[in-house]
Structures are given as structure tokens and as C-alpha cells.
């Protein structure tokens, strides 16, 4: 079972930035999709940015243009870059291994929180 670890939430004013990361169990980002997801309270799960083992990415048209997703693999470590944050952007920030339909392919970690607010 890969074991997925996010930090570097907290608190941020709008204008914002944060860099996220994600620390994997296992070497699997040279061969796999891995994306970043966010949960604001009372919505569903959503896939906000995502990276292929060639270097392509998609974001969520909600965060194109401020977010970056990137990642070390000798490291084993995805990042969010986060710029511009917006109130809406506040979440529980996860990564995971993204399966074919944009779901998570593993067990969710603990999540990292970010709050953008004044």
C-alpha cells in the first residue's frame, strides 16, 4: 500500500502564496499520473491538477493560470505552487495516484489545510 504525506498548508491572506507538498511511499512518479485534489467543506472531492510521467499537466479551469504542479522524483515528492489565492481556494489539499476516471487510486492521506482569509 502506498502511503501518501501532504504539508505546507496553513493560513494565507488573498493574494497569497503556498507550496504544497507530497511526500510517496513508493517510486512511482516516473511512471504514473499524480495529481493534486481539494475538499471544501460540503462539496465533493475535485481534481484541481494533475501530471504525467512525460511532463504534460491539466489544471481545473478554477486554478489555471495560479497553481503549478511539479514534482522531484529522486525525491518522491509532488508539489502545488499555489499563487493568487482566493477565499474560494480554501480546502483540504490531498494528492493521490490519478486513476483513468480522475479518482484517487489510493488510500487518502491525511490531507494538509489551507485557508485563505483576511
Known amino acids: 500500500q502506498v502511503q501518501l504525506v501532504e504539508s505546507g498548508g496553513g493560513l494565507v491572506q488573498p493574494g497569497g502564496s503556498l507550496r504544497l507538498s507530497c511526500l510517496v511511499s513508493?517510486?512511482?512518479?516516473?511512471?504514473?499520473?499524480m495529481g493534486w485534489y481539494r475538499q471544501a467543506p460540503g462539496k465533493q472531492r475535485e481534481l484541481v491538477a494533475s501530471?504525467?510521467?512525460?511532463?504534460?499537466?491539466n489544471y481545473a479551469d478554477s486554478v489555471k493560470g495560479r497553481f503549478t504542479i511539479s514534482r522531484d522524483n529522486a525525491k518522491n515528492t509532488v508539489y502545488l505552487q499555489m499563487n493568487g489565492l482566493k477565499p474560494e481556494d480554501t480546502a483540504v489539499y490531498y494528492c493521490?495516484?490519478?486513476?483513468?476516471?480522475?479518482?484517487?487510486?489510493?488510500?487518502w492521506g491525511q490531507g494538509t489545510q489551507v485557508t485563505v482569509s483576511s
Open positions: 493521490n495516484v490519478v486513476r483513468p476516471d480522475n479518482r484517487g487510486y489510493y488510500d
Open positions: 513508493s517510486g512511482i512518479l516516473s511512471i504514473n499520473r
Open positions: 501530471l504525467w510521467s512525460n511532463g504534460m499537466t
